[in-house]
């Protein structure tokens, strides 16, 4: 019982950091895009829509683009509405897996609020930004992307790309949270693998005793 208690309270920790992602990228995205509350005081100009500013050369740049589609610009065909039905179960089975899971790894819990949100950051673009901007209905917004970065070219099966898509904060987040689950699987596994040795071992009859 304790265990779980405390697994709850890391679970309630960890989330800080899907909050801490989903405030980054909304004010990036608000800074970039522009907003305007009047009863509120605010105002930023933002950017124009394919305007791009040096930050580091041609290296690193701030590009606005908006696209209505999955991470890193890439866009579905007429799925505007179902890629934003999508993201809200997945948020929700995310955020359920995260407490069924609240006694795994730190690190495991740490990715999976870290894909959780940035999920939650472009789903608000999606639900929201079109009736906040007048432009379209509710959960039919654009994504607002804009880290712009030049790798290498990459060359593979006749697939060629010069440069990098252009991403936000929550791509990242929900990049960094599914690397970090391939990098450490390993370690999952063995704890769980683990786990499931010692419950097997409580659990079988133990052996009489011959003096007895």
Request: aromatic content about 12%; charged content about 20%.
């Amino acid at each position: 019982m304790q265990e779980s208690e405390e697994g709850i309270d890391v679970t309630v920790r960890v989330l800080f950091l899907t909050a801490f992602i989903v405030i980054a990228d909304q004010i990036s995205k608000f800074m970039i895009k522009g907003l305007e509350v009047p009863s509120l005081g605010i105002s930023l100009k933002g950017m124009q829509l394919g305007t791009s500013i040096p930050v580091i050369g041609d290296f690193l740049r701030i590009t606005f683009i908006e696209n209505p589609g999955m991470a890193f610009g890439i866009e579905v065909v007429d799925g505007k509405l179902f890629l934003t039905l999508f993201s809200i179960a997945a948020s929700i089975g995310i955020l359920l897996y995260l407490y069924v899971m609240r006694t795994e790894k730190l690190l495991f819990r740490i990715s999976l609020a870290l894909i959780l949100g940035g999920a939650i950051g472009n789903l608000i673009d999606r639900t929201f930004y079109g009736v906040i901007y007048g432009e379209s209905a509710l959960f039919h917004g654009k994504v607002v992307d804009f880290i712009d970065v030049d790798f290498f070219n990459i060359e593979l099966w006749g697939f060629f790309l010069q440069r990098f898509w252009v991403f936000n904060i929550a791509d990242a987040s929900v990049s960094i949270g599914v690397m970090m689950m391939l990098i450490f699987h390993r370690s999952f596994v063995d704890q769980e693998e683990e786990r499931a040795a010692v419950h097997a071992a409580a659990e079988s009859p133990r052996e009489p005793d011959a003096a007895s």
